[in-house]
């Protein structure tokens, strides 16, 4: 979604812009724009559409020294891709940046006359000229006044002409982290753009204003009172947000996943068992439920699939999983016996935060499995399982499904030991298969071109099918978003038993299948589907197990997968089917890690 940097401060704002609006161009963006404010108070605005590198190449035009300024990517919600629509937007003595949707734009526009003024089809625009209405001389004010009208979600970052060199800002939901450090006052709507300058930041609290001078952010509640900011450190450097030899962040991340599966499994293994003590977890979230709703978007909604699959014949309790974006205007049946599981890479997914939200009012205690340090949902849930990925840059999520999935693991396995499901050396024998996944995944990473090798058969394709059945169709499920969104190849996952219910009408030899069969109990059953999409001309990309015994002629290609617990294939395959995407995504010389349409981060509806 939307990127926002702001800067002020001794340096030469356009070169900072510039730099962290390159560093946010991974969360998806179609064009970007900066406001940059002269040294004669004039603001010189510069909008381009496309690529942040075309924005760059008009800046460079500019010879004038600016030490204060607003960038911004936009992601279009309201209005087309267009240079009017791109931010900054300027009404009378105010440019501004926005992300979010502010809801009620079409009321304010008729409450403040505003449709002769406005440039530009834009709810943010909006914004602009009712704050510019409300503004005599005190921006603090102004902005309070603003909020109190504006109804959706935001993050503004504000210049006021009266106010050289200052810059204002406000969030509702949607993310702002800000930094003061000798080299000037940075804010942004994430903390990759704040890395190169500062390790120390804090996440602006929602409904609270910051006023960045150049030496200094104050921070401000809405009866305008400064508070104290909370400040925190960065847990990765900088050699992480970059691509460090390799030619996408896509295929960095995926070579990342055992080291990060480390990072979250280790430290939380205590005499080989899992243990949430220095998360403080307490086992009694997990002893006193009698149902788990695993509850996320995308991805993570496809974890959430893997782990139910494994947890609730563990457990022999419910375990549901929903679409965030469904679940959150459900009226679901959970309360207080109920463990809500929230899986979020960002932590700021709106549908997942407003899910989580709900969840807690009907009385849920919320667990939430979230990469990113001190975003919203690790702030709101009652207790955060933080994965140890690092950051991750590529649209496509990786290593952060893989994490997620072994966090999921271990809490399976927690809940099983408390209650009672499983004994200490039971418990002691699933996290050794857990840790053994990690080198399965390491010998499937190095053959990555015998992977790159087998996707000549897909990329001239239009449509694929992923089937397996029990835990391999949930696995086939990320398998499928992950060449739709990065090689635009219309994917779909099936049960492979349902295939025969309908389905089987659209496979013919132009369609090939990706079929997985690793779970013992229903390997000679998917066999059989296997054979049945054969049987109408499929080519059968089948991935099993290094030792199942094969009839010949049921796969066109086989990928062997190492010999692990049938619960932990997962890892492995989650490999295989990443590098098949990844490769179809660079085998058609498509744009890896900013796929179209698509962000990294999803702040709005
Ligand atoms: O940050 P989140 O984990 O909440 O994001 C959820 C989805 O938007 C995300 O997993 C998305 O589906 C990925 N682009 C898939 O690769």
């Given at each position: 979604m939307c990127g926002i940097i702001g800067y002020t401060g001794p340096l030469d704002s356009k070169k900072i812009l510039l730099n962290g609006l390159t560093q946010l161009?991974?969360?998806?963006?179609?064009s970007a724009g900066a406001a940059l404010c002269m040294e004669n108070s004039h603001i010189c605005l510069v909008r381009r559409t496309g690529k942040v590198a075309n924005l760059k190449e008009t800046m460079e035009r500019i010879t004038d020294v600016s030490h204060c300024g607003l960038g911004h990517t936009r992601w279009a919600t309201?209005?087309?891709?267009?240079t009017q629509n791109t931010h900054p937007h300027q009404a009378g003595k105010v440019t501004l940046v926005h992300n979010g949707i502010i809801e009620n734009y079409h009321q304010l526009t008729e409450q403040f006359h505003l449709e002769a003024k406005l440039h530009s089809e834009t709810d943010s625009e909006v914004a602009a000229w009712v704050l510019d209405s409300l503004y005599q001389g005190d921006p603090l004010e102004a902005i309070t006044r603003l909020v109190a009208l504006i109804k959706g979600s935001y993050s503004f970052c504000i210049m006021f002409e009266d106010y050289p060199g200052e810059i204002y800002a406000i969030r509702n939901v949607s993310p702002l982290v800000a930094a003061y450090t000798r080299s000037g006052s940075f804010v942004a709507s994430d903390l990759t753009a704040l890395i190169p300058y500062t390790r120390q930041y804090f996440v602006v609290p929602e409904d609270h204003i910051v006023r960045l001078t150049s030496y200094k952010v104050h921070l401000y509640n809405l009866q305008r009172h400064e508070e104290m900011p909370e400040l925190m450190e960065v847990n990765w450097n900088m050699d992480a947000a970059m691509?460090?030899?390799?030619?996408?962040f896509m295929l960095k991340e995926i070579h990342e996943q055992p080291e990060a599966l480390r990072n979250t499994i280790l430290p939380r293994l205590s005499k080989g068992l899992p243990d949430f003590t220095d998360d403080q977890i307490p086992d009694d979230i997990f002893t006193s439920c009698s149902q788990i709703h695993i509850v996320a978007c995308g991805t993570a909604m496809h974890a959430g699939m893997a782990a139910r699959s494994m947890m609730e014949p563990l457990l022999r309790i419910p375990v549901t999983v929903s679409v965030a974006s469904e679940f959150r205007y459900e009226e679901p049946l959970i309360g207080e016996d109920t463990l809500v599981i929230i899986i979020s890479q960002?932590?700021?997914t709106i549908d997942t935060l407003a899910a989580m939200r709900l969840a807690k009012n009907y009385g849920a205690a919320a667990l939430s499995v979230v990469?990113?340090?001190?975003?919203t949902i690790a702030r709101e849930s009652d207790y955060t399982l933080y994965t140890h990925a690092g950051p991750e840059i590529a649209v496509a999520s990786t290593k952060a499904y893989s994490v997620q999935l072994a966090a999921l693991y271990m809490i399976g396995c927690r809940m099983a030991l408390v209650r009672g499901k499983y004994s200490v050396p039971q418990a002691t024998e699933f996290m050794k298969k857990l840790l053994n996944a990690i080198p399965a995944m390491e010998s499937m990473i190095a053959q990555k071109d015998s992977i790159k090798a087998l996707v000549t058969h897909l990329i001239n394709k239009s449509d694929a099918f992923f089937i397996g059945r029990g835990l391999d169709y949930a696995f086939s499920l990320e398998g499928a978003l992950k060449l739709k969104e990065i090689s635009y190849i219309h994917a779909e996952a099936y049960a492979a038993g349902e295939?025969?219910?309908?389905?089987?009408?659209?496979?013919?030899?132009?369609v090939p299948v990706i079929a997985i069969a690793t779970q013992e109990k229903v390997f000679a059953k998917t066999i059989s589907n296997i054979r049945e999409v054969k049987a109408r001309g499929a080519f059968v990309i089948l991935i099993t197990r290094e030792d199942a015994v094969l009839d010949g002629g049921v796969a066109d290609i086989h990928i062997r997968i190492p010999k692990i617990g049938d619960r932990f294939t997962v890892f492995p395959i989650a490999v295989v089917l990443q590098l098949i995407a990844y490769y179809a995504s660079t085998g058609k010389d498509l744009d890896v890690d900013q796929p179209r349409n698509l962000a990294k981060s999803v702040t709005v509806e």
């Open positions: 161009e991974y969360r998806g963006y179609d309201h209005g087309g891709v267009t691509k460090n030899g390799f030619p996408h960002s932590g700021e990469n990113v340090k001190g975003s295939l025969k219910h309908g389905t089987i009408a659209l496979i013919t030899e132009e």
